[in-house]
């Protein structure tokens, strides 16, 4: 990868890391869903209006548009409402951490529904990263299952929603990424908004709430969109792969500096083994490593 792609690699981790920064603060004010169903509306205005400024139009097909539904399902509605509900809970440097348990389900998941088997040093990557969960979640959750445990698990069925949906996004392989962006935040829009009207509206909010939800929306989700794709087709799923390594950084940095979060020893060791895990199933390290002995 060009200097320019490692610049916006670690862009859009900060991007996304700063996403659970920007929940905690609005968590304070704001209920689960309305601040999801804010999230994706203003992302959906600032992408398609992006999408027109530059000539493009969205698909006027019936199939495409189930298709944007049910990413919309996978890749916002569950995972969002999951990760928030989770936060009320949790603090956002666990729920990074767990959230970076993604790749650990997709190769998985990828072994089952695409026949893609799971090879020696993914295998053991699967394990350590499950490893790293349940050091994360602890033994307590054994002898008794608290509101605590039940928010780590929710973050982990987020992580397993990202899944299914990376999976199911390769479909769109033919449509323009930043089209695929807007028409999936549309769907996710158009689902939340019976779900905020009839259980969630609350929008009496103070300005540092305004702005977290503003940061949240264009900078965490339209913008990192925008950038996630654009390298998506530049460098390829792989190399997109390391910025699961970079998320949970920023996201540490801005709940230990700012928000005065405190990580326990579980949450460090949890760390360490899923990021072991994530470079067992990346195989780069490893490769260059049997390179080098040959030599």
């Not at 399902?73 to 989770?86: E, Q, S």
């Not at 790293?132 to 602890?138: E, K, P, Q, T, W």
């Not at 089209?179 to 009496?204: E, R």
């Amino acid at each position: 990868m060009s200097a320019r792609e490692w610049l916006l690699l670690v862009v859009l981790s900060i991007l996304w890391g700063s996403s659970f920064f920007f929940i905690k603060i609005i968590l304070q004010e704001l209920q689960p869903l309305s601040r999801v169903f804010i999230r994706v509306g203003l992302a959906a205005i600032a992408l398609t209006t992006f999408v027109y400024m530059r000539g493009q139009r969205m698909p006027a097909s019936p199939r495409i548009w189930r298709a944007f539904l049910v990413m919309g399902a996978l890749n916002n509605l569950i995972p969002f409402t999951l990760i928030v509900w989770g936060q009320t809970h949790i603090n956002s440097s666990l729920a990074a951490i767990l959230n970076a348990t993604t790749p650990v389900f997709t190769v998985v998941l990828a072994h089952f529904i695409h026949d893609q088997r799971l090879t020696l040093n993914r295998l053991v990557g699967v394990l350590l990263g499950l490893c790293g969960a349940i050091v994360l979640i602890g033994s307590e959750v054994l002898y008794e299952l608290n509101l605590q445990s039940l928010g780590q698990f929710a973050i982990l069925g987020a992580a397993i929603s990202y899944s299914f949906a990376g999976i199911y996004g390769r479909r769109f392989r033919k449509l323009s990424p930043v089209v695929t962006a807007t028409g999936m935040l549309i769907s996710t829009t158009i689902m939340m908004l019976p779900l905020t009207l009839l259980w969630d509206w609350s929008f009496k909010l103070s300005i540092i709430t305004w702005s977290a939800l503003l940061g949240l929306a264009i900078l965490s989700t339209a913008i990192a969109y925008l950038i996630y794709f654009h390298l998506l087709a530049a460098v390829g799923a792989t190399n997109l792969l390391l910025v699961t390594f970079l998320i949970p950084i920023s996201a540490l940095l801005l709940g230990v500096f700012i928000l005065n979060e405190q990580l326990t020893w579980n949450a460090i060791a949890g760390m360490a083994l899923i990021f072991v895990g994530l470079v067992a199933i990346d195989g780069r390290l490893v490769s260059k490593i049997k390179q080098c002995k040959k030599q």
